[in-house]
């Protein structure tokens, strides 16, 4: 990983006493007590920061009193504390819930922690081993997680494709590409409904679906393991299937199907990079949707150029593609655009692939839209492939407040905040009931924290260097645990708990 996405840019300390003694000090759980008295000192004070909670409407300066991983006292006077973080001209708000996030692990952990995010989900692709992914990853994660059950991954499995290889529940091989473009064969479907059965009753938030990448998968695979997802009260997120600008909006018509079909709380992930400058027509079916009380929801990303794996099944057809179309696909290590010589080799190594838009202009617009639009949640579809990724990886909410909040006036701080929070939180609450403590800064709620200088927060993150971390993140914290210090990662601190639906006999 780049240096500074560990270490940060420095700057004089608003802690006191040191920061390694707050760590240290937080990382022992204690027993929450709301009835404290303002005499009491509490193991951690947030003191004189502007408090912004999305769900109360809270924008005050205030001081936050935490003990045991919760906030315990919210108030307009000092309050003392054996530790003091001293937030003066700085926002206070919940720390930010991703949902949209690969390859978990420290390096990614890390790098979307110094973007002021205390919990991430990967609910496109997912675990097909929902218990080995947890397993995995109990008592040693940064900041919370938790996972779909990966449907794509899980079809290959059905089909007996030995390439697969899970690590810590999780597929790190392609496997057979020609999987991918078959329909499923009545036992093969069978075992993959049991197997996501199996997941869900291990925890999986949601069932993870990249249609776009298993175009064999037909509407009716697709909307039984929605119906499993309905009859354990998960929610359904799609990748959904190519849009083709000059036919239809049958990737549209699947999502709705299936959402009225099921009653699922089903999800269109990254919809600013599927749409592009039809963003603003794929939003006004959703919000037509939503009014007739059918449960979908969304997703964007401020940035213009999306990303994926140069050895997907999106590639295929890539011989096809006009000279045009190969420029517009970026080589991250190099900065290059591609020819059809240097794809070919690129393909035959596998990496991450920058993707730009047609017209960059009018992609610039869609994104506005989708940012400023009260509909769509914000989240990264960030990724870690051996320290090659998307900028979005490193600067996704940072680049909303700075550009989007601060610079542009699209939207205002608190409707940037609750999209990154709030929203997120309610709509894993069906699932999973503790999100209800979650993306709200409230007395009882956990005490997942970002603090961040409204003046300077933004993204720095490029395509070259993509691991750059943002300026004005001061501090996140996650369960009363500082795992960010004046803008520094730290080190050796695992406060990040599961975020997992009931688990349930077999």
Not at 12 to 21: D, K, N, V
Not at 96 to 114: E, M, S, V
Not at 386 to 392: F, I, K, L, Q, S
Request: charged share 25%; with cysteine.
């Amino acid at each position: 990983m780049n240096e500074g996405a560990t270490k940060g840019t420095r700057r004089a300390s608003r802690w006191t006493p040191s920061a390694l003694g707050v760590a240290l000090c937080l990382g022992c759980a204690a027993t929450s007590d709301p009835s404290r008295t303002d005499a009491h000192t509490f193991e951690l004070v947030i003191a004189n920061g502007r408090v912004m909670d999305p769900e109360s409407g809270l924008d005050a300066v205030r001081h936050i009193g935490i003990e045991g991983g919760k906030i315990v006292a919210i108030r307009e006077h000092e309050l003392v504390g054996a530790h003091t973080l001293d937030a003066t001209d700085r926002v206070v708000a919940p720390g930010f819930i991703d949902l949209n996030t690969y390859q978990h692990g420290d390096p990614l952990f890390r790098l979307r922690a110094a973007d002021g995010v205390t919990a991430v989900l990967n609910m496109e692709g997912g675990a097909a081993d929902v218990a080995a992914y947890y397993d995995a990853l109990e008592g040693r994660a940064l900041i919370h997680y938790g996972t779909a059950f990966d449907h794509g991954s899980a079809r290959h499995l059905a089909q007996g494709d030995a390439a697969i290889e899970l690590v810590g529940g999780v597929n790190e091989e392609r496997g057979d590409p020609e999987l991918d473009l078959r329909a499923l064969v009545d036992d093969e479907l069978d075992a993959l409904v049991a197997r996501a059965e199996r997941g869900l009753r291990d925890g999986a938030v949601a069932i993870g679906f990249g249609v776009e990448y298993t175009p064999g998968a037909t509407q009716s695979e697709v909307l039984r393991l929605i119906e499993l997802a309905a009859h354990h009260d998960a929610s359904a997120h799609l990748h959904v299937r190519e849009f083709d600008r000059t036919r239809d909006w049958s990737q549209i018509y699947e999502v709705l199907g299936v959402a009225i079909r099921t009653g699922a709380d089903v999800h269109v992930n990254h919809l600013n990079s599927i749409f592009e400058s039809h963003s603003d027509q794929a939003l006004e079916f959703l919000r037509c949707a939503r009014a007739l009380g059918i449960s979908v929801t969304t997703e964007c990303y401020p940035y213009t150029a999306g990303m994926t794996f140069i050895e997907s099944a999106l590639f295929d057809d890539w011989q096809t593609w006009s000279d045009e179309r190969l420029q517009r696909c970026e080589w991250p290590p190099t900065g290059e655009r591609l020819t059809r010589e240097t794809f070919a080799r690129f393909r035959g190594e596998g990496g991450v692939l920058v993707l730009h838009p047609r017209d960059e202009p009018a992609q610039e617009r869609a994104v506005r839209t989708c940012v400023a639009d009260a509909l769509p949640m914000i989240a990264s579809d960030g990724a870690w492939d051996d320290g090659r990724t998307h900028p979005r990886s490193a600067g996704t909410n940072s680049r909303v407040l700075g550009r989007y909040v601060r610079e542009q006036r699209a939207l205002t701080l608190m409707d940037a905040l609750r999209k990154m929070s709030l929203a997120p939180a309610r709509h894993l609450e069906r699932r999973v009931p503790a999100m209800r403590d979650k993306g709200r800064v409230r007395v009882g709620a956990d005490a997942d924290l970002v603090v961040f200088d409204p003046a300077t927060v933004i993204d720095r993150a490029t395509y070259q260097e993509c691991t750059l971390p943002p300026a004005g993140i001061d501090a996140v914290i996650v369960l009363g645990v500082p795992v960010v210090l004046d803008g520094v990662v730290q080190d050796a601190l695992h406060p990040g708990r599961p975020i997992r639906g009931p688990r349930s006999l077999r």
